[in-house]
């Protein structure tokens, strides 16, 4: 589904030479695509479609693309991707802490955004690279239990909302519990061929599943760091029918 045609992606830009080479990039690739010169265009457009991603500028006049992101996040989980100019590292680590699923820096070529694109999307609808075909539909592992046919992370409170990013970490550490992970192999198994070495956004995720999975985030006990190696889940995962 990630590269189907039918795939609908929203781009929010108030730069129209940038809204509109997107605009061609991304149909040629076989995709559909909407465009928003700012937040107001946006809010328009996602109350009459359902959009498969987001491409979402953080800096825009009036209502920035972080204030847009907060709004959209309160009623719906679309996969987004921040673009950011090279010198706004606090807004993009914002944004990945609000649970955005990936940012591209600006300048960037279409080339690697069409791969981003088709990265997330995979991870939203189809198996992240490197998982098993049999990995089973529903995963216990302390006090929580993940369906992966519908992708809902329950737990003795209800439901837990999951990005794109934190499902397919989280994933990755259900397939290797106790096993140490670096953050190159945890970028491998969430991002395949996209994965840049040192990329701080495992760090981030991870902060980010701490605070939705354990008591006390400030203190883990499900997801433990390993100094010089990287993190380990210690929980015992029961595959359940």
Same mark, same amino acid.
């Given at each position: $589904?990630?590269?189907?045609?039918?795939?609908?992606? !929203? =781009? +929010?830009? &108030?730069?129209?030479?940038?809204?509109?080479?997107?605009?061609?990039?991304?149909?040629?690739?076989?995709?559909?695509?909407?465009?928003?010169? &700012?937040? @107001?265009?946006?809010?328009?457009?996602?109350?009459?479609? &359902?959009?498969?991603? =987001?491409?979402? #500028?953080?800096?825009?006049?009036?209502?920035?693309?972080?204030?847009?992101?907060?709004?959209?996040?309160?009623?719906?989980?679309?996969? =987004?991707?921040?673009?950011?100019? $090279?010198?706004?590292?606090?807004?993009?680590? +914002?944004?990945?802490?609000?649970?955005?699923? #990936?940012?591209?820096?600006?300048?960037?070529?279409?080339?690697?955004?069409?791969?981003?694109?088709?990265?997330?999307?995979?991870? /939203?609808?189809?198996?992240?690279?490197?998982?098993?075909?049999?990995?089973?539909?529903?995963?216990?592992?302390?006090? /929580?239990?993940? #369906?992966? @046919?519908? %992708?809902?992370?329950?737990?003795?409170?209800?439901? +837990?909302?999951?990005?794109?990013?934190?499902?397919? !970490?989280?994933?990755?550490?259900?397939?290797?519990?106790?096993? +140490?992970?670096?953050?190159?192999?945890?970028?491998?198994?969430? *991002?395949? %061929?996209? @994965?840049?070495?040192?990329?701080?956004?495992?760090?981030?995720?991870?902060? *980010?599943?701490?605070?939705?999975?354990?008591?006390?985030?400030? #203190?883990?006990?499900?997801?433990?760091?390993? /100094?010089?190696?990287?993190?380990?889940?210690?929980?015992?995962?029961? %595959? !359940?029918?």
């Amino acid at each position: $589904m990630a590269e189907s045609p039918a795939a609908h992606i !929203l =781009v +929010v830009d &108030d730069h129209r030479e940038i809204r509109e080479a997107l605009e061609d990039y991304l149909q040629v690739n076989g995709f559909r695509v909407s465009t928003a010169e &700012d937040a @107001a265009a946006a809010r328009r457009l996602l109350e009459r479609h &359902d959009f498969d991603l =987001v491409i979402l #500028d953080i800096m825009m006049p009036g209502e920035d693309g972080l204030s847009l992101f907060r709004s959209l996040r309160e009623s719906n989980r679309v996969p =987004v991707i921040f673009l950011t100019a $090279m010198a706004e590292e606090v807004d993009r680590i +914002v944004g990945l802490e609000l649970g955005a699923d #990936d940012y591209l820096v600006k300048p960037f070529s279409p080339r690697e955004l069409l791969a981003r694109v088709r990265a997330v999307l995979r991870r /939203w609808y189809e198996l992240p690279p490197g998982r098993s075909a049999e990995l089973p539909a529903r995963l216990r592992f302390d006090i /929580w239990i993940l #369906d992966t @046919a519908s %992708r809902r992370l329950e737990g003795p409170d209800g439901e +837990v909302v999951l990005s794109s990013g934190e499902y397919a !970490l989280l994933l990755a550490f259900l397939r290797h519990p106790g096993a +140490v992970l670096s953050r190159d192999e945890l970028l491998g198994m969430t *991002r395949g %061929r996209e @994965a840049k070495a040192y990329d701080r956004s495992i760090d981030i995720q991870v902060s *980010r599943l701490r605070r939705k999975l354990e008591q006390d985030p400030s #203190d883990p006990r499900l997801i433990v760091t390993q /100094w010089g190696g990287g993190y380990v889940l210690t929980a015992r995962v029961e %595959r !359940l029918p």
